[in-house]
């Protein structure tokens, strides 16, 4: 295929260019001749600054291509004073302003030149950089010790959000990429007070640190703060919400104009089993779940594993295994000590569960997992194949009560975090129980170290894992073995110490994986 010839723009000079100005002719004539804007590409790059070239160009400001006597204003992005000086050492000419770009973004906003304050000033920003004492951090989240005292938490939320939305937008590699970033600002010891003390950080790349930069100059991040207020991101949120809604279902229902949970039930689509579990009970599956009825669902849970199975044991996973004191679910880890006696454990324990009236859904899903005796037929993934159940939990207020009064704390429940959540939702009134997401996995016990690490979480933690498994050690590693692709075997373990001795790797506390 030929491609296409570019047509050529001829800048105001009549020279044959791509435009010196960085304008198109249809644009408007230069509104401020006395002001001249060279945008230096180191750090910015070049897409962003032909991006901030053109829009400055439309804007009525002269933007030069070329550096020359003629500039009076210098935009830099992510660099330092003294880089700057060093290279306008070797140039013509000594421009009136050296200035972060933020003064730029500023004045495409106003649609005109906004007052040069100290803060746009890169000297001036400079200045305390010797006072500034630099982070180091290991490359990998699972070499981190990650707990859940986060030192820069308004940084890690605002990239978590931007993180949810590009997941929300079937972006995954953005979203991962700003999920790594969060990690490593959780693992620092100290408040981040300036972009001086990132440098050599891994996982910052531009956007990440425009980002930074904006929440430490203003507060907040404009990005963020749009996000926030985007229908399409609301409706995502708010229909994702829903039990058993994927990302690609929400996106369907957008598209069909359905963006709240009054739409959805005016539009009487037919819906799934979990879907309608998860649209009757949205409120209290959209609340945080406290360590207190976690506990709660725990006795009633090890009670129905006792009564069908004497011996089995069973083990809080995910994020409360962590420490955490709220989830958005409750996921138990069951096993038994002697190999295959976990063989038709989950039916019995569902059926005990669903004769009680505990349970308001359930979905069993088999165990699929065969070990090939010459490796793992294809990359590990996150998704394992034990035998698990999915479920809608009926928790009553008297265990939940009880299992409160046990802990001897009050706890809180958190606000809801599904937006609008009671008053959207038809036939949910008053009632002396809470609905509660529950998974239950069973796992044979030569597994159980593995499925114990890969369900504790945190996800980004596990994700670190097997890239290191993959990247440095040549091994694949999921919920169910380690393969030493070298060796060309299994590597046995019975415990998450000895799987981590097998990669090389400290052993991190559970407390220690919230990255």
Same mark, same amino acid.
């Given at each position: 295929?030929?491609?296409? $010839?570019?047509?050529?723009?001829?800048?105001?000079?009549?020279?044959?260019?791509?435009?010196?100005?960085?304008?198109?002719?249809?644009?408007?004539?230069?509104?401020?001749?006395?002001?001249?804007?060279?945008?230096?590409?180191? @750090?910015?790059?070049?897409?962003?600054?032909?991006?901030?070239?053109?829009?400055?160009? @439309?804007?009525?400001?002269?933007?030069?291509?070329?550096?020359?006597?003629?500039?009076?204003?210098?935009?830099?992005?992510?660099?330092?004073?003294?880089?700057?000086?060093?290279?306008?050492?070797?140039?013509?000419?000594?421009?009136?302003?050296?200035?972060?770009?933020?003064?730029?973004?500023?004045?495409?906003? %106003?649609?005109?030149?906004?007052?040069?304050?100290?803060?746009?000033?890169?000297?001036?920003?400079?200045?305390?950089?010797?006072?500034?004492? %630099? !982070?180091?951090?290991?490359?990998?989240?699972?070499?981190?010790?990650?707990?859940?005292?986060?030192?820069?938490?308004?940084?890690?939320?605002?990239?978590?959000?931007? &993180?949810?939305? &590009?997941?929300?937008?079937?972006?995954?590699?953005?979203?991962?990429? !700003?999920?790594?970033?969060?990690?490593?600002?959780?693992?620092?010891?100290?408040?981040?007070?300036?972009?001086?003390?990132?440098?050599?950080?891994?996982?910052?790349?531009?956007?990440?640190?425009?980002?930074?930069?904006?929440?430490?100059?203003?507060?907040?991040?404009?990005?963020?703060? %749009?996000?926030?207020?985007?229908?399409?991101?609301?409706?995502?949120?708010?229909?994702?919400?829903?039990?058993?809604?994927?990302?690609?279902?929400?996106?369907?229902?957008?598209?069909?104009?359905?963006?709240?949970? *009054?739409?959805? +039930?005016?539009?009487?689509?037919?819906?799934?089993?979990?879907?309608?579990?998860?649209?009757?009970?949205?409120?209290? #599956?959209? +609340?945080?779940?406290?360590?207190?009825?976690?506990?709660?669902?725990?006795?009633?849970?090890?009670?129905?594993?006792?009564?069908?199975?004497?011996?089995?044991?069973?083990? #809080?996973?995910?994020?409360?295994?962590?420490?955490?004191?709220?989830? *958005?679910?409750?996921?138990?880890?069951?096993? *038994?000590?002697?190999?295959?006696?976990?063989?038709?454990?989950?039916?019995?324990?569902?059926?005990?569960?669903?004769?009680?009236?505990?349970?308001?859904?359930?979905?069993?899903?088999?165990?699929?997992?065969?070990?090939? @005796?010459?490796?793992? &037929?294809?990359?590990?993934?996150?998704?394992?194949?034990?035998?698990?159940? !999915?479920?809608?939990? $009926?928790?009553?207020?008297?265990?939940?009560?009880?299992?409160?009064?046990?802990?001897?704390?009050?706890?809180?429940?958190?606000?809801?975090?599904?937006?609008?959540?009671?008053? +959207?939702? $038809?036939?949910?009134?008053?009632?002396?129980?809470?609905?509660?997401?529950?998974?239950?996995?069973?796992?044979?016990?030569?597994?159980?170290?593995?499925?114990?690490?890969?369900?504790?979480?945190?996800?980004?933690?596990?994700?670190?894992?097997?890239?290191?498994?993959?990247?440095?050690?040549?091994?694949?590693?999921?919920? *169910?073995?380690? !393969?030493?692709?070298?060796?060309?075997?299994?590597?046995?373990?019975?415990?998450?110490?000895?799987?981590?001795?097998?990669?090389?790797?400290?052993?991190?506390?559970?407390?220690?994986?919230?990255?």
């Amino acid at each position: 295929m030929v491609p296409l $010839k570019r047509r050529k723009v001829v800048s105001s000079s009549g020279a044959g260019s791509t435009g010196s100005t960085g304008r198109d002719d249809v644009t408007s004539a230069t509104r401020f001749p006395q002001v001249v804007l060279f945008l230096l590409e180191r @750090k910015m790059g070049a897409s962003r600054r032909a991006f901030l070239s053109q829009l400055g160009g @439309k804007n009525g400001f002269q933007v030069e291509e070329l550096f020359s006597e003629r500039v009076t204003h210098v935009i830099c992005e992510n660099n330092s004073g003294e880089e700057v000086r060093r290279w306008l050492q070797s140039q013509a000419g000594s421009p009136a302003h050296l200035l972060d770009v933020s003064w730029f973004t500023e004045s495409m906003r %106003a649609g005109r030149p906004v007052e040069i304050l100290d803060r746009h000033k890169l000297q001036e920003q400079q200045i305390k950089e010797v006072e500034v004492v %630099a !982070f180091s951090t290991p490359s990998y989240a699972c070499q981190r010790r990650t707990t859940l005292d986060n030192h820069n938490a308004v940084l890690t939320d605002a990239l978590s959000l931007l &993180a949810e939305n &590009a997941e929300l937008s079937d972006e995954d590699g953005r979203g991962v990429a !700003f999920r790594r970033a969060a990690a490593v600002l959780k693992s620092l010891p100290e408040p981040v007070t300036g972009l001086t003390q990132l440098r050599g950080l891994p996982c910052l790349g531009g956007h990440t640190l425009r980002v930074i930069k904006d929440v430490l100059e203003n507060g907040a991040s404009s990005e963020v703060e %749009a996000t926030k207020q985007s229908e399409r991101f609301k409706a995502l949120k708010v229909l994702t919400g829903i039990f058993g809604v994927g990302v690609k279902t929400a996106d369907q229902w957008i598209r069909e104009g359905i963006l709240s949970l *009054h739409q959805l +039930q005016d539009s009487e689509r037919t819906l799934n089993r979990a879907q309608q579990a998860g649209l009757q009970h949205y409120e209290d #599956l959209n +609340q945080p779940v406290t360590r207190a009825e976690a506990d709660a669902v725990a006795a009633v849970v090890e009670e129905a594993v006792a009564s069908v199975l004497p011996g089995a044991r069973m083990t #809080l996973i995910g994020g409360f295994r962590r420490g955490k004191l709220t989830g *958005h679910d409750v996921d138990f880890l069951i096993t *038994h000590p002697e190999e295959g006696r976990e063989v038709g454990l989950m039916p019995k324990v569902v059926s005990w569960l669903d004769s009680q009236g505990f349970l308001l859904y359930q979905k069993t899903t088999r165990n699929s997992y065969l070990e090939a @005796k010459d490796g793992p &037929a294809r990359p590990s993934s996150n998704m394992d194949r034990f035998e698990r159940c !999915f479920s809608v939990f $009926k928790l009553p207020e008297e265990a939940r009560r009880r299992a409160k009064e046990a802990r001897g704390a009050a706890e809180e429940t958190e606000p809801c975090s599904g937006p609008a959540a009671v008053s +959207q939702v $038809k036939g949910e009134g008053l009632k002396p129980w809470r609905a509660v997401r529950v998974d239950l996995v069973v796992s044979p016990i030569s597994q159980f170290a593995f499925a114990l690490l890969g369900w504790t979480g945190s996800k980004l933690f596990e994700r670190e894992l097997r890239r290191w498994a993959g990247h440095e050690k040549a091994m694949s590693l999921s919920s *169910h073995a380690l !393969f030493d692709n070298k060796q060309s075997r299994y590597l046995r373990a019975s415990s998450e110490e000895e799987i981590f001795a097998h990669l090389g790797l400290e052993y991190i506390l559970p407390s220690e994986r919230n990255a």
